[in-house]
């Protein structure tokens, strides 16, 4: 499906815009939306980590949650800890600040307004509202396996780093595909949907989480995630519609 295309004055050399995205409904239906929808976020997932804790981990973590965490320990090398510390970098929060940072500032380069800057700054915020009202309802220890990384003070409940990097990786895939269809972005964005894959398979080579928590971590990043696409970049504009140059501005 092809978009609507604006091309100002100074844009011309950058090429054809994609039409900026409809959002859902007015200012106040996107507020209710995303703040209600991380609310209902962080009780939904503080619920399954309290019965991860009190109820299935009462004396303990289980022992198929437990297990995964010490095969990966009793597998581990020289080669895959330099491989699993790159892979758990990626969402760190020194780089997902500076993903977002630089990511924020192409698109407003490449697009000429910030609209889509605003969404991945969305999606990125919100997943780390929602991790730290969680992690402060919810208290997990680490696994008790040697932990190749310093313990954060957060719960080990859920996995903010898998969490994050649905969230940001997400997005950017999604808004690629939006914005820019051709089979480049399409490689582009299955590249980056499997960053969080890396990232948790990493955080549990390294023993800094459980099973659980990876697993619960990318159903909420995911979760959010949907929930800043179906609100603010819920479809394409209307092939019909076109994009007004004070519109490509905002």
Known sequence: MSTSLHVGPDQGKRGAIPAKPVP????????????????????????????VTHVLSSDGAPSWDLGVDTWFEARRTLGLNDASAFGSRMADTPTAIGVTVITVLLLRWRL????ESLVVVAAITGELLVFLAV????????????LLDVAPPTSS?????????VALYGCLAILLVRLWSGPWSLIFA????????????SRLYRGMHYPTDVVVGAFGGGLWLTIVVTTLVP???AEHESVRPSEAAA
Not at 24 to 51: E, N, Y
Not at 190 to 201: E, W, Y
Request: charge should be positive.
């Open 235 to 237: 479809r394409r504009r």
């Open 157 to 165: 409940f859920p996995s903010g780093h898998t969490a994050a990097a």
């Open 190 to 201: 299955v590249l980056l949907f499997l960053i969080p894959v890396v990232v948790g398979v």
């Open 112 to 115: 000429g307004r910030w609209y």
């Open 24 to 51: 859902i409904g007015d200012r106040k239906i996107v507020a209710m939306r995303l703040v209600g929808g991380g609310i209902a976020l962080w009780a939904l997932l503080s619920a399954i980590g309290l019965f």
């Open 135 to 146: 992690t402060a309802t919810v208290h997990r220890a680490r696994p008790s396996v040697d």
